[in-house]
């Protein structure tokens, strides 16, 4: 009885061992693979959050019991899991990746539709109110609030400025959505001054 309850206890002290022993060797592929997919999944977080964030949540669970894993000490999960979740990741950049291409050319066509009037408006604004400014043109100007019209011309080519400025620096989305103010407010003020329709051929003021 003796012998056998030694026998016993040493075959659970060989299990441990090499249960231990697996552990250990797995734990450093289990590192490895863990730090691939966090890593991974840093770079692809801010477009994927923006453009895919429903993606990106169903993403972000699964990293989260891997990591779950590897904090139970589970290596061999970790282990085997891994390739896969790591496909996730990179699977997820590409579908925020692709969106964010759709939506930035919609922006693009957006802005190239929205601008193309509007270098053409400001001239014509511009030289409407200068008109409007001389002293022999009181009959032409009467009726119109032509200093309020200067100041909501120069608050529109700031917005533009701004607008063109956002562009430039890849912001299209607020890049558009100022050209959408301007237009807006050019239209008002050629309201306001009562400018002429354009001639044949010439650029109108849309609003």
């Keep these: 009885m003796t012998n056998l309850l030694g026998v016993t ?3 659970i002290i ?3 061992a090499i249960m231990l022993a697996g552990c250990a060797n797995d734990l450093e592929p289990a590192q490895k693979i863990i730090a691939q997919v966090q890593s ?7 477009d994927a959050q ?3 964030p429903d993606k990106l949540k169903d ?3 699964k990293v989260a019991r891997l990591q779950s894993a590897f904090d139970n000490k589970d290596y061999s999960t970790v282990v085997t899991a891994g390739p896969a979740m790591l496909a996730d990741v990179k699977d997820l950049s590409t579908a925020a990746a692709a969106k964010k291409s759709d939506v930035t050319q919609t922006l693009n066509g957006e802005w190239a539709r929205i601008t193309a009037p509007l270098a053409g ?3 014509a604004i511009q030289q409407r109110i200068d008109e409007l400014s001389k002293r022999g043109n009181k009959q032409m100007a009467r009726g119109i609030d032509v200093p309020a019209a200067k100041t909501a011309f120069g608050e529109a080519t700031t917005l533009w400025t701004n607008a063109q400025a ?3 620096a890849g912001n299209l989305e607020d890049a558009v959505s100022g050209a959408k103010d301007v237009k807006a407010k050019l239209g008002a003020v050629a309201d306001t001054i009562k400018l002429p329709p354009p001639a044949a051929g010439t650029t109108a003021v849309t609003k």
């Design 9 to 11: 206890r040493n075959a």
């Design 14 to 16: 060989l299990f441990a």
């Design 40 to 46: 991974a999944l840093s770079a692809a977080q801010p």
């Design 50 to 52: 923006k453009y895919v």
């Design 59 to 61: 993403v972000q669970g």
């Design 121 to 123: 408006q400001v001239t």
């Design 166 to 168: 956002a562009f430039a």
